[in-house]
């Protein structure tokens, strides 16, 4: 039950690439007229996973205008909080190259699984890690990451082999580089990346700034 991203699975290449960049930013609530600069700012920042949440108003529109949008850069597009098989199929049928739970969702990494998509399956405790596993989860999304903590980060790593795990849920510019030392592949960042207040006032070169300190946060992290 491990992750090659080396084979022919579609999602072996955005996964290389969120792990090469290290970096998942969550845009939860960026309206229509901000999204698309949002995300570029974040792509030239470095961080080349974007994810759109699927409980947004007009998510699976935002998940194709941005991979029209951002089709000549290294970015992928995916979609979060996607709670059944159904939300999964249609932000798929949108464009989405990864599709993301926050529980432990069987039915909906299978969906992925048919559809030929990367799957990034909510988990917390080493029943619901197996559970996903079994099920074909790609990746296991830690979440909410800063209710176990980092020593929770590594217990579960270490008897599940050669997993991918990344946490998500309260990680900041100050504990990313911990969550790597802990056994992260890479990290799924909201608020603390994707700053309201540069939005609401149109500075996205903050937004690109701080996109920059995370993904050399974690190369630094990871001593390249």
Not at 173 to 187: K, V
Request: hydrophobic share 45%.
């Amino acid at each position: 039950m491990t992750v090659d991203v080396s084979g022919d699975h579609s999602g072996d290449e955005p996964l290389a690439t969120i792990v090469g960049s290290g970096v998942v930013a969550v845009l939860r609530g960026v309206d229509r007229e901000s999204v698309v600069p949002v995300a570029k700012a974040l792509v030239a920042g470095g961080v080349l996973g974007i994810e759109i949440t699927a409980d947004d108003p007009g998510a699976a529109e935002k998940v194709t205008r941005l991979r029209a949008e951002l089709a000549e850069t290294e970015a992928v597009i995916g979609a979060g909080t996607v709670l059944d098989a159904a939300t999964a199929s249609a932000v798929v049928d949108a464009g989405a190259s990864f599709v993301v739970t926050p529980h432990t969702a069987p039915e909906v990494v299978r969906t992925c699984n048919r559809r030929d998509v990367l799957s990034m399956c909510g988990v917390m405790t080493p029943t619901e890690a197996v559970t996903a596993m079994e099920a074909g989860a790609d990746v296991l999304k830690v979440f909410p990451a800063s209710s176990v903590g980092l020593g929770h980060l590594s217990a579960l790593a270490g008897p599940l082999g050669d997993v991918k795990l990344i946490p998500t849920g309260g990680v900041t510019l100050q504990n990313t580089a911990d969550y790597i030392d802990a056994g992260a592949c890479a990290i799924g960042v909201g608020g603390d990346l994707v700053d309201g207040n540069a939005i609401d006032s149109g500075d996205f070169d903050a937004l690109e700034r701080r996109a920059e300190k995370f993904v050399a946060e974690v190369a630094d992290a990871r001593g390249e």
